[in-house]
């Protein structure tokens, strides 16, 4: 290559910045273009999940959880932690889609699952976000007689009604004999422990609060919140 | 280094034709340059991962090249590397945006990897050693050129490891319930395998190709 003529410092400079604020300007220009469909399908991607774990489900209320009390949240507004009420054609609470994460085999493994008052149980379970190995891993998302454990997996309380009577344990593939039981995966047990600890640590918690405050939870599909399924 | 110079001296008299067909066939980014492996050995476990890999990495090629192009004499050629990076993540950082609106779906799957197309070095490459010395005419022949051979270099090998990894195309199960799929394939050494056996293919067919010239 012929060697550059001399530049002044001052074309470099301007050259560099006429570049930058015209990418400012792109940048800025498409941001404020696709945020709307961003957060568009964001959202549906979130309600997808939440009907997915909810058998019937037809509409929805999100609630915040302060402290011991729970409120519904206006649309667009956030919260540290969030539980989505689901209600049916008629406007009854069908269930409370809850998310819980907790590390997996490889990275944090974000899960959403569904509780249902009337069963007390489990009645749905989602993976939101994994990196779990490709065809082995994964097959807490694929497997049908994995996802099958979460139909109606048993979470009711104990008579005090603080505890769960028989908190979610692990089991080995083949000897499921109780209806809070995870049955594992052959290849995926990692995976498919990790899920089990995840709903374990979750449900201790949410499962007694939730049932504390279901009446705030059922009075839900009267308020101005509802967001109907579409 | 006199293979590149004599392929460039061959470049200027090109046909438009020639321009566009080079980058398929005879300076196929991937499997001729072996220009931005990280994207090709990362994201292709599956044919619709590779496609949208591969048209994202066109579309930003497109765009920088033409205006890489557009501003060859402003540039001063001191601060032409950083000039055309700036340039090149402003359009990656576009498509990520447009890609994210387009389908949540697809953006999730390629994770960072739409990002860490601004490091792809087949997009400078082309920035410094095409766009930047050509009309803007040819700047975008070359781009799409090298765009869709680098898009069809990510689908070979996606259709391949999805099919043995998967035993899918597209997400359509081609082999019916009873294929045991073979796993390694969509995990990353079999990016490798499969990479290997197409340059292998490919240049043993380059040299079948000129023994028979002479």
Redesign the interface.
């Known amino acids: 290559m012929p060697a550059a003529e001399q530049v002044s410092s001052a074309r470099m400079v301007m050259a560099m910045a006429g570049i930058g604020i015209l990418s400012g300007i792109l940048l800025v220009a498409t941001y404020i273009g696709t945020l709307p469909a961003i957060e568009r399908n964001k959202a549906a991607a979130l309600e997808r999940a939440i009907f997915d774990v909810i058998p019937g489900g037809a509409s929805k209320v999100t609630f915040a959880r302060d402290g011991e009390k729970l409120r519904p949240l206006a649309e667009g507004e956030a919260a540290a932690v969030r539980y989505h009420a689901a209600y049916d054609e008629d406007g009854a609470l069908a269930g409370v889609a809850i998310e819980a994460q907790g590390q997996g085999f490889a990275d944090v493994l974000k899960v959403l699952y569904g509780y249902s008052p009337d069963c007390r149980c489990i009645v749905g379970f989602k993976v939101l976000e994994s990196k779990e190995t490709p065809g082995l891993g994964d097959k807490i998302e694929t497997d049908s007689a994995f996802t099958a454990n979460f139909e109606a997996l048993d979470v009711s309380l104990d008579e005090s009604g603080g505890a769960i009577a028989n908190p979610i344990v692990f089991a080995k593939p083949g000897q499921k004999s109780q209806a809070w039981q995870i049955e594992g995966i052959t290849g995926a047990t990692i995976s498919s422990k990790a899920v089990t600890r995840i709903l374990h640590e979750s449900t201790a918690d949410v499962v007694i609060f939730l049932e504390r405050n279901l009446q705030v939870l059922r009075d839900g599909s009267s308020s101005s919140l509802v967001a109907k399924s579409n | 280094m006199a293979a590149p110079a004599a392929s460039l001296q061959k470049v200027t008299e090109a046909s438009s034709a020639d321009t566009f067909l080079k980058g398929l066939w005879e300076e196929n980014p991937v499997f001729v340059m072996l220009l931005g492996m990280c994207p090709v050995l990362a994201v292709t476990?599956s044919v619709i991962n590779a496609l949208a890999i591969g048209l994202a990495s066109t579309f930003v090629l497109l765009l920088s090249s033409t205006i890489v192009s557009l501003?060859q004499k402003?540039?001063?050629?001191?601060?032409r590397i950083?000039?055309y990076i700036?340039?090149i993540?402003?359009f990656v950082?576009?498509t990520e945006?447009?890609l994210?609106?387009?389908?949540?779906?697809i953006h999730?799957a390629l994770g960072a990897f739409i990002a860490l197309i601004v490091v792809n070095c087949m997009i400078l490459g082309r920035a410094e050693a095409f766009a930047s010395r050509n009309s803007v005419g040819k700047a975008a022949l070359d781009a799409l050129g090298m765009g869709a051979g680098f898009t069809l270099a990510c689908l070979s090998l996606g259709s391949v490891r999805e099919l043995l990894?998967?035993g899918s195309l597209a997400g359509i199960p081609v082999f019916g319930p009873n294929f045991e799929?073979w796993?390694i394939m969509?995990?990353p050494p079999g990016a490798f395998f499969v990479l290997g056996l197409w340059l292998l293919l490919f240049n043993w067919l380059r040299e079948r190709r000129e023994a028979q010239v002479e």
Not at chain 2, 100 to 105: D, F, M, N, W
């Open positions: 476990n501003a402003l540039i001063p050629k001191q601060v950083a000039s700036l340039i993540a402003s950082t576009v945006y447009l994210q609106a387009l389908s949540y779906e999730k990894g998967n799929p796993i969509i995990l």
